[in-house]
């Protein structure tokens, strides 16, 4: 199994609104990853968690809150969000220099 | 973080021999060369990455200069699957692999 599996593909959510991105592996990867990407824009790196410990944060506002509860999973709480935190959200793992993306939560913020 | 130049697009005719050229002057001597595709609506996808010598996979080759300081992917025949921003990536290895994306290069094949 190569694969980082992400739910939900679609989510739209109102700014009052509390909801959660889900990503899994099964590789057994120890560093696991969040990105942002906006239409027509490279993917930006959110935060990196590795062998479950939160290692990097690239000053991401605190609306966005990562959990990693066991090696296989990664998820994004979210919480009070503004319309332009509308995007894809793209999880990843990584051995190596080899990394593995999933195919996104298109989130839009209603 | 070192940063990388592509050519923000180019256009290649199917079945025919793709370069794509990167330029990392900054690169540090402990930098890999990585590089991803990103087709539409998907993921990013690891194409290669090499440190010094030339690097080839199924996939493609990596050419990278004696100084390091620019690489080329080589698609040997381009096919219509291959459209896609490629992206040119430095960095080390290990438990905080961290890929900075640059702009990357947006590659059309035409049939």
């Known amino acids: 199994d190569t694969e980082v599996t992400q739910t939900p593909k679609h989510l739209v959510m109102g700014m009052t609104n509390k909801k959660s991105l889900k990503c899994e592996q099964h590789?057994?990867?120890?560093?696991m990853y969040w990105y942002k990407q906006k239409a027509k824009k490279p993917p930006e790196l959110m935060f990196v968690y590795s062998y479950e410990k939160l290692s990097i944060n690239e000053s991401v506002p605190s609306r966005f809150s990562p959990e990693c509860p066991n090696s296989s999973l990664l998820n994004l709480h979210l919480h009070a969000l503004q319309p332009e935190d509308s995007a894809l959200y793209l999880c990843a793992s990584s051995e190596g220099h080899v990394g593995f993306f999933g195919q996104g939560t298109r989130l839009t913020v209603v | 973080d070192a940063k990388t130049t592509q050519p923000n697009s180019m256009e290649s005719n199917e079945e025919e021999p793709v370069h794509l050229p990167c330029n990392h002057s900054?690169?540090?001597?402990?930098?890999?060369i990585h590089w991803y595709r990103q087709l539409p609506s998907q993921g990013p996808e690891y194409v290669i990455h090499?440190?010094?010598s030339n690097v080839n996979n199924r996939m493609a080759s990596l050419a990278i200069a004696e100084d390091r300081k620019s690489s080329t992917l080589i698609l040997h025949r381009a096919t219509l699957r291959d459209a896609a921003v490629y992206y040119c990536?430095?960095?080390?290895?290990?438990?905080?692999?961290?890929?900075?994306f640059g702009k990357g290069t947006l590659l059309t094949v035409n049939p």
């Open positions: 990536i430095l960095g080390s290895g290990g438990s905080n692999y961290k890929l900075t």
């Open positions: 090499g440190l010094t």
């Open positions: 900054t690169i540090s001597g402990t930098d890999y």
């Open positions: 590789m057994g990867h120890r560093a």
